[in-house]
């Protein structure tokens, strides 16, 4: 039965559109909104209702999570509430109303989406100092959006004080832990994240640190995680986002972060931000000089990249939210194109010399 046949119409039009053989969970608690919001006084209103409740029961049936059905239940009261303070004139009250009744339909949709084992997770990656957080800031703008910001379950080089994580401090005071073990804890975090997102109908971003897999250590690492270890669970939606090479080498050897590489040299950045770039070929690409220039345009495009809701109240919201790595120099206020770093002559004679700069700056399209 399609959306459209459940818009208001004679309770029993509703019953012959609805395909009695359908095995869809979703389907039947459409089927008992539509009942409920059809109901009109009269002889016929207690087996509308008999009808709806039996419509729910299918639901669960076929595999509707019992809070799911919950959710769909107050989107009908809600829907009927909407449509009464309307007749009374009473219009904010009503359109308040409808929007709790959208926000208990997702709520809805998300958790028999989980119990199917169809929940999306949206992934965000890009390397340090490329403009990520203010665009992360921009996505968690968005509405119905929850947004958790730098996330490597292989990361070691946090703070030494972590009393939220017993399993990084056993593996800190008695043995290191395996890759499997490391698997088995992150895949449950998230599958708890994943749990609290769909009861709240929200869409759950995660910030990929990527500066933990490419650009510490003596190589790159083999293995992305937030990737390797979710692909064959959920349903991934990412994209890359991008800025040019020498800016962002800039503001990593502002923050002394080219240490943490070896050898510490612009060229090896340069073969490291192709490893990355390699790594996710096959990923939507999006500058960051881009959502400088326009910021409205290139989040329309990345909300549809990622398939979360747009909204253009994110560039009068993007400065109140608080995320880690927020290490540039960044306004909270306004986006705008931002002059070069200082370029001091060591680096520019790197620039002259490096073979991977000018291979990295044809694959980005970026000039020197």
Not at 101 to 120: M, P, W
Not at 137 to 153: D, G, H, R, T, Y
Not at 353 to 365: A, C, I, N, Q, V
């Amino acid at each position: 039965m399609s959306r459209e046949s459940f818009e208001q119409c004679n309770w029993q039009a509703v019953i012959e559109a609805h395909p009695l053989e359908s095995h869809d969970p979703e389907e039947w608690l459409r089927y008992g909104v539509a009942l409920l919001q059809t109901i009109e006084p009269g002889p016929d209103a207690g087996k509308q209702q008999q009808q709806a409740a039996l419509a729910f029961v299918q639901a669960q049936k076929e595999g509707a999570p019992a809070d799911a059905v919950q959710a769909a239940q107050q989107q009908a009261m809600l829907m009927s509430l909407s449509e009464a303070l309307m007749h009374a004139g009473m219009t904010d009250s009503s359109q308040r109303a409808r929007k709790r009744a959208e926000h208990q339909k997702r709520v809805a949709d998300k958790l028999i989406q989980g119990s199917q084992g169809k929940t999306t997770i949206r992934t965000v990656h890009h390397l340090a100092c490329t403009g990520g957080t203010v665009i992360s800031k921009c996505i968690a703008s968005m509405p119905n959006v929850a947004l958790i910001s730098e996330v490597n379950p292989l990361n070691r080089f946090g703070s030494k004080f972590e009393p939220t994580n017993p399993l990084l401090l056993l593996e800190r005071s008695y043995r290191k832990l395996t890759l499997d073990e490391i698997k088995e804890d992150f895949t449950g975090r998230i599958s708890q994240t994943i749990s609290i997102c769909n009861k709240d109908g929200m869409d759950l971003v995660i910030r990929d640190h990527s500066h933990s897999d490419f650009c510490m250590g003596e190589r790159p690492s083999g293995l992305t995680p937030i990737c390797d270890f979710l692909g064959s669970t959920y349903r991934l939606l990412s994209i890359v986002t991008v800025r040019h090479p020498l800016d962002s080498y800039l503001g990593v050897t502002a923050q002394d972060w080219h240490q943490q590489f070896t050898p510490s040299t612009f060229d090896e950045y340069c073969y490291r931000y192709l490893s990355f770039l390699e790594r996710y070929k096959d990923l939507p690409l999006l500058r960051y000089e881009d959502f400088c220039e326009s910021p409205n345009a290139f989040m329309h495009d990345l909300c549809k990249e990622l398939e979360i809701a747009y909204s253009d109240d994110f560039i009068h919201n993007f400065g109140t939210i608080r995320l880690s790595g927020d290490s540039g120099r960044g306004s909270n206020i306004e986006i705008k194109p931002r002059s070069r770093r200082p370029l001091p002559q060591e680096i520019l004679d790197e620039t002259r010399r490096s073979d991977h700069y000018k291979s990295l700056l044809e694959k980005l399209g970026y000039a020197p």
